[in-house]
């Protein structure tokens, strides 16, 4: 499930998602969750990119 909080504005605060797995081809089941809280809205963004060489495109780890 995919939990949602919005504040007094309608604003989105806080998002979690919780999802469970299950092997089809035996009884083994992985789960996790993870929670992204949102805040300062309105306020200047500081960004510090990292250099291209720590930067990788998520897509070549994919499996084949």
């Known amino acids: ?9 309608q ?3 806080k998002l ?6 299950a ?3 035996s009884d ?3 789960g996790g969750s ?5 805040f300062d809205y309105g306020e200047p963004l500081e960004l ?3 250099p291209a060489e720590e930067v990788v495109d998520a897509s070549v780890l994919e499996r084949k």
């Not at 979690?16 to 797995?21: I, K």
């Not at 993870?34 to 949102?38: A, C, K």
């Open 11 to 13: 604003r989105v605060r």
């Open 16 to 21: 979690r998602l919780t999802a469970e797995l």
């Open 28 to 30: 083994r089941k992985a």
């Open 1 to 9: 499930p995919l939990d949602v909080w919005l504040d007094a504005e």
């Open 23 to 25: 092997d089809p081809t």
């Open 48 to 50: 510090a990119l990292p």
């Open 34 to 38: 993870f929670t992204i809280e949102l």
